[in-house]
């Protein structure tokens, strides 16, 4: 017998799954439809890098305005070479701002800002 049954709960009263992802954006989600963002927030942006390692800028913009990047790497796992220099100038970018940079897996990449820092498994 399901539970609700037990305790006299009628059918359509039972809970219905929710998609938890959605529910959570749309918490965040202003009248136009709009994710709204503050300046005096910081933010954790998933980002994924194009296929062709264009989209540096945009990663780039997001550390300067003090968010942090979880960078999706997978679609430029094809190209091992192009993976590794994507990597080395994201690397010379956090340095360069005073932020930093760790992996987080062999597809995601933890980008910081000025300002903080990532503790490495080995450093501790």
């Given at each position: 017998?399901?539970?609700?049954?037990?305790?006299?709960?009628?059918?359509?009263?039972?809970?219905?799954?929710?998609?938890?992802?959605?529910?959570?954006?749309?918490?965040?989600?202003?009248?136009?439809?709009?994710?709204?963002?503050?300046?005096?927030?910081?933010?954790?942006?998933?980002?994924?890098?194009?296929?062709?390692?264009?989209?540096?800028?945009?990663?780039?913009?997001?550390?300067?305005?003090?968010?942090?990047?979880?960078?999706?790497?997978?679609s430029a796992m094809h190209d091992k070479i192009m993976l590794?220099?994507?990597?080395?100038?994201?690397?010379?970018?956090?340095?360069?701002?005073?932020?930093?940079?760790?992996?987080?897996?062999?597809?995601?990449?933890?980008?910081?800002?000025?300002g903080m820092r990532i503790i490495h498994r080995g450093a501790?």
């Amino acid at each position: 017998m399901p539970f609700g049954k037990l305790f006299g709960r009628r059918d359509e009263e039972e809970e219905v799954e929710i998609d938890i992802e959605e529910y959570l954006t749309e918490l965040s989600i202003g009248k136009e439809g709009k994710i709204i963002e503050r300046e005096d927030i910081t933010y954790v942006k998933p980002i994924d890098i194009d296929k062709d390692g264009k989209n540096i800028d945009e990663i780039v913009n997001e550390l300067k305005k003090n968010n942090i990047v979880v960078l999706n790497v997978s679609s430029a796992m094809h190209d091992k070479i192009m993976l590794r220099n994507i990597i080395k100038k994201l690397r010379d970018i956090c340095i360069e701002m005073d932020g930093d940079i760790g992996r987080i897996s062999n597809e995601k990449i933890l980008l910081v800002p000025a300002g903080m820092r990532i503790i490495h498994r080995g450093a501790r």
